[in-house]
């Protein structure tokens, strides 16, 4: 594909054939608000936020639907696009609590920044007083249809993504709603509970429960614990406690998607029920020890078995789940200390 | 795998036999989703109909424990269609003609008779996949845990040579790896046979090379397996064990022998992060942090080497499980300490570099992003996506002739069904750290025995009765759920769940060459329980 020159705002981009204006001004780093588009999602044009101008195109036009080409002219703000797009963000406010503080999405909501970006005036618009009930079936996230913008993207990402089409923006006009196949509980609809969605929600409309207790404080990017694939993922932490987790999109297995394992299977890491000091079987109960007496004594007996009846009455089975510094030193551990070859792992179950 | 998760994309046509993708390799599931939706054509063969089979274009139900005749059969159809691919087998495979010899016994009509799939059935999946390049061949335990599992892995890569479906993107032969780290615990030596990389124990030069960098005289002589060590342990050869976060009690089959087994040791000491089943009965258990306490690196199903990065300290007083063996090493009667001395993993995976050529250009500074496929055999080396690119490790592929063997226990009069078992998509294996997320055991709080409604209707079982499943090894109860998934003859349970551990049904005979439990076939009855 053979690359196109544009003026973006005056500024000359060299854009591929076949881009939209939003993804070529966004890779040269010209700013266009936007709600519904995402870099993972077929184009949609449903918040009409990214409109332009373009010089000799009559009207305004939707940049995340319109491709470059070859010497256009496009202003990304102008007074009539900048009154639009405020007008837009009034009438998504008017339908929605704008209690900001005590959203969970608050912070990392796009709505917030595009309100930001376009300096909206409050009270212009009266919208119905929400009042959706909450879905909170599912076991881990929440719809709360109050707060939503109907941008679509959790229904295109259940269907472009992952493939199952879960979701459905139902019903017409005000009543219009995010809604699981046959309006029922989301948790007995075919949900798979990926959450995938919830990742992808700009606002806080769907949202992991996890996040009522508080936003975390850190990030460490990582692999995932479960199964072969091999995901990238982010631990989200607060303190020394692990309260979420999101698909790393840089990754190349995943490109950020996750399982429900994955994303939301990580409470075990500050379960109560981790061993937290070595134990030594005294009669038929555990008595906790330091480590500088459970350690002897493993090296004790182990020792002692060997002298006794040679290196091969000791075996040692190393873990799939372990990593491979780990693997390599406790098969050294069997072959070069203990002395045999009586090494394996469940990798056959 | 031969080929990468990313490039599975590319292919026209998919066979996925014994590979529960969707539930057990979700993100493969996706790419397998994705690509139906884009045209591609996938064949399903599973005993069970499973969630993928409804993306499947065909489906086929063949009995447990019939992969090879359903695979051979597909073979003796291409052949006699002349689908197969000339100029691939001439030039990069042998042992052709005595291969063909076999598959010639393989008429559709026989193979109907053995694995209850129907002959156009077998023409359609046989014209599917030797018609569409490339087309990529994905299975899982479904094939492996037999105890003809490495003949039917044999039959695998034979249909894949037909079709010179290897070496090239979008094709190859893709055994799906189950737990996060088996493909990397065997790269690294974790094997009774192997040292790092697969180089024989056996193999003088390998030894030398070993001897030298660990300062030590080492064995040539192949170790015990894990089901092999349990007969020695109850036997009395084996008196201690060393075990590292495997919870061997459920996952491995024949429980109650397992459970014996460790009870009748000297001495067992249990590295684990929960008190699990098998950490019960340890002498000494070693508090070990989480994936989240620590840094290391995982090898996935596509031989991705990745960085894992520590994201909280230790939990309590628990250490990573690397230290702690150099801590136990170093005390040792006659070690030299300074074989065990690492600041960091980096340093380990250093010493991993320098003794295993597929590893040898793996450095934590190149694993920064992205991570990199092996063989990797130095630091420029870019890793390799594909395998068999033009040639194969050995110069040609080869046919191997496979014939259909029975499993070890069918169905009788005493035991008339077949219990075959496996995973669903909300746990994970023992459930040592699933059933600990409140979420998800509110998912699937409990194991259900899956059985066909002929069968349910002809025991007098309903939908969630309790009803005990019992065979030559052990009983457990556990509430029914009727579904069509099943044939009628078939049984389905997990291994999740403590309270109802189908391992104590489970049947230890093992694949003589892989030396793996046939866990997918055992003979069963399953009966009503009073209340
Ligand atoms: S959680 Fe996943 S499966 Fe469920 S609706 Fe959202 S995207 Fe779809
Ligand atoms: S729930 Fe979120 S993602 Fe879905 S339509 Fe509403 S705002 Fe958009
Ligand atoms: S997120 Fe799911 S698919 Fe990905 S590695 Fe984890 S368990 Fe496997």
Known sequence: MGEITLKIDGKTVEAEEGLTLLQAAGSAGIYIPALCADGDLEPYGGCRLCIVEVEGWAGLHASC??????????????????????????????????????????????????AAYVMPQEG??????????????????????????????CVRTCDEIQFLHALDLAYRGYETKVSPDFDQPWVESICENCGQCEAKCPVGAIYERARLEGAPSA????????????????????????????????????????????????????????????????????V?????????????????????????????????????????????????????????HCARL | MTNSIGDLAEAEAFLVIGSNTTEQHPIIGLELRGAVRRGARLILADPRRIDLARYATLYLRHRPGTDIALLNGLAHIILKEGLEDREFISQRTEGFEAWREVVEGYTPERVREITGVEVDDLYAAARIYATSKPAALLYAMGITQHTSGHQNVLACANLALLTGNLGLPGGGVNPLRGQNNVQGACDVGALYNVFPGYQGVMDEEARGKFEEAWGVRLSGQPGLTVVEMFNAAHEGKVRGMYIMGENVVLSDPHSRHVQEALEALDFLVVQEIFLS???????????????????????????????????????GESKADWEIICEVAKRMEGVDPVQWEYNHPSEIMEEIARLTPIYGGISYQRLEDGGLQWPCPDGDHPGTPILHVGRFTRGLGHFSPVEQIPPDEEPDEEYPLILTTGRVLEHW????????VPGLEWLVPEERIRMNPFDAAKRGIEDGDWARITSRRGEVEARVEITEECAPGVVFMTFHFAEAAANLLTNPALDPVAKIPELKVCAVQVERCKD
Not at chain 1, 76 to 95: C, G, K, P, W, Y
Request: contains cysteine; charged residues 25%.
């Open chain 1, 65 to 114: 639907t319109t491709k470059v080409s070859e010497g256009m002219v496009v202003r990304t703000t102008s007074s009539l696009i900048d009154s639009v797009r405020r007008t837009l963000v009034e009438l998504l406010m008017a339908n929605g609590h704008g209690d900001c503080l005590t959203c969970p999405a608050n912070q990392r909501c796009e709505l917030q920044k595009v």
């Open chain 1, 124 to 153: 212009r618009f009266r919208g119905v007083e929400p009042a959706h009930p909450w879905d909170e079936s599912n076991p881990f996230f929440t719809l709360d249809m109050n707060r939503c913008i109907l941008c679509g993207k």
């Open chain 1, 219 to 286: 990030e460490t990017r990582t692999i995932c614990a479960y199964c072969g694939v091999g995901c990238g993922l982010y631990l989200l932490t607060r303190g020394e406690r692990v309260v979420g987790v999101r698909g790393d999109p840089e990754n190349p297995v995943n490109e950020g998607r996750l399982c429900v394992k994955g994303r939301f299977g990580y409470d075990f890491i500050n379960h109560p029920e981790r061993l937290t000091s070595p134990l030594i079987k005294e009669g038929s109960r555990f």
């Open chain 1, 288 to 344: 906790e020890s330091t480590w500088e007496e459970a350690l002897d004594l493993v090296a004790r007996r182990l020792s002692e078995i060997k002298k006794e009846h040679g290196p091969e009455a000791i075996a040692v089975l190393a873990s799939a789940k372990a990593t491979n510094e780990e693997n390599y030193l406790i098969q050294k551990f069997a072959r070069a200390v203990i002395g045999c070859n009586n090494i394996d």
């Open chain 2, 277 to 315: 089943e098998t950490a019960e009965l340890a002498d000494v258990v070693l508090p070990a942090s989480s994936f989240a306490e620590k840094e290391g690196t995982f090898t996935n199903t596509e031989r991705r080497v990745q960085r894992l990065r520590q994201a909280i300290p230790p939990v």
């Open chain 2, 429 to 436: 294996h023992t459930g040592t750290m699933t059933r600990r």
